[in-house]
């Protein structure tokens, strides 16, 4: 694969804007009834009609930001909108807490058990507020905003099943969830808790998570940053570690940091090398740091957000440091991914393929793929190499 | 493949004693703390320390049940002891209700929030009363049958996700396990509360679950039988299903029910006709009875419950119907599993294939898989076997 920066930046730049984004508009935006469709199938028909608020307010994020960043059309703003104005309407139980999912028409389904129903609430509604200008969605984001601060020392409130105190493990989502969110709000927040919150969090996930002697990012750890030798304990999620880590580097690199980019940098090395699947190419899903059988069945089945994470955390990393391995890495996963995830006959991505690679669910969307990691990951990379390409 | 009943009650009977009980004899007993390990490697030895309730009460019952059904061996009843001991000390909160899980000493890690804890506990200390001859075991046994009934109509409480009335499913564990315990508990219960529970546990299954157009058992149905076109409602367990019409046939034949019997195995018969993988053989874990993607990501697995439950019914539909398809049905079961899922090498079975058959967790118990499901099919199989052989 030849390092030609302009024709990487075209080939991400057109599958996001001439494949990916039509998808998504041409079958998931629910006119009638408001919101978004998620689960469609290869073709994207329509299978089921339920609507998961993740994906919902993910999807309003997705157009908004395409608004905000590609392009300023209306019709994106109109999608967002028919998602924004139905979940401003249903998402929420009386206290403002978001509810997990809802029916077709709004009615809720699965209580508010979740925090990150509020984070991705509050992500939406800020890049809302910012595309649209409406004083009532930037109240919707700091309502969520304020929910998830309220929330973040215990997560699942009165759902928690763990027993308190027994095992107090810390999980890698809460730092990373609470970084992200607050870029995303960083319009509407003062500068101070902007830049105290980010500090926190790069040096929590860098000191606490990551195992100084692997190098591997461990999904759980005592508040210590110590190991629990338990399932829990022992987990790795490889997408999740890299993912951690792109956020990481763009964290450090707003803030000059060289010396914590180039350690990002590692990790991401670590893991690739930890969990690549030498037989049948791609990442597994869920390992054992120690070699164990994980509880996880669907442990090694390879997965689309992972691959997409890990070429933004690649690319991203060839910018930022230019280390010959994140190139060789790119390479590899960008292969592995483009004939093995994209689908050229039917558009966008397939989410699920068993460790073969061979297609494991035939669809497009479901109760956890939606419009998200795909366009995201199209659009940091294009970013990426654009960037790039200009510095070449 | 012979039909040899004497040849095939031998198989049963000499893996059951020779091989499996010595395997969970030799590497399960926790002889310093008390209860059982669970999670076991493919030799036997403990990868992971925490006791899972569903699994030290279902060894309880099993090691008192062979006790009390196969030989009152002394050995039997000291391992089944060691775990009614610990489970009474340890197992409940101050309310009485059952824990999820355990560390090894017995702390709680996993609050009360699932009511099959509380139907393993009472079958458990049930089947030792019986064995033992011990009154606080009878006590214990019938506390957990108590909080059973009082919270079957509403098995997860406080965690309970759904919200209320939106979709009102009705799940076929509940009937299943109520009919279960119930058998387990009969010499503890009146005669005509058997009676009774059994009768309408036979006509919730069989008029509500039982989908008459297809013939096939679904998992949740609305409170009329009717069905929900949801991911929940669409959803079919074929082992679950299975698993339920032995359950059917056993009542239905201590009721002299010979219509319902045979009722039982044809939707056996076709659950097996449309759950069969007809490319690499085995049945597959969950399906969607429309045939669009199921949201479990191990849809495809070859489970050994599944298949273990398969023989179960298959063999005893034979000795009750004596119904050909019976038998052709048992013989591709019996050597899909006795060639994937028995390990002559290291002794018991392995847990989890993926589609095509190979090992996809290298264990022989974990947090589900434990001294359970393989012993009890071995020892129903071998018991209709048996009677068949005396039948010819």
Known sequence: ?????????????SALLEDVIPFWENHSVDWEQGGYFTCLDRAGNVYDTDKFIWLQNRQVWMFSTFYNQIEPRRDWLAIAANGANFLAKHGRDGE????????????PLVQPYNIFSD????????KFALASGEDWAKEVALQA???VLRRKDNPKGKYTKGYPG????????????LANLTLEMDWLLPQETLDTVLAETVQEVMADFLDPVRGLMFENVMPDGSHLDCFDGRLLNPGHGIEAMWFVMDIANRRGDTATI???VDVVLNILNFAWDSDYGGLYYFMDAEGHPPHQLEWDQKLWWVHLETLVALSMGDRL??????????QKVHDYSWSHFADPEYGEWF??????????LNLKGGKWKGCFHVPRALYLCWQQFEALSLQS
Request: hydrophobic content about 40%.
């Open 119 to 126: 984070c991705f609430a509050a992500m939406a509604f800020s």
């Open 262 to 264: 180039h350690k990002a």
């Open 1 to 13: 694969m030849e390092r030609d920066f302009h024709a990487l930046a075209q080939q991400y730049k």
């Open 321 to 330: 440091t230019q280390r010959p391995e994140c190139w060789e890495w790119f």
């Open 96 to 107: 403002g807490n978001w509810y997990f999912a809802l029916t077709r028409d709004g009615q």
């Open 145 to 147: 905003y304020g929910n």
């Open 351 to 360: 989410g699920y393929l068993n460790r073969r690679g061979e297609v494991l």
């Open 166 to 177: 027994t095992r107090p493990l810390k999980s890698l989502a809460v730092p990373m969830i």
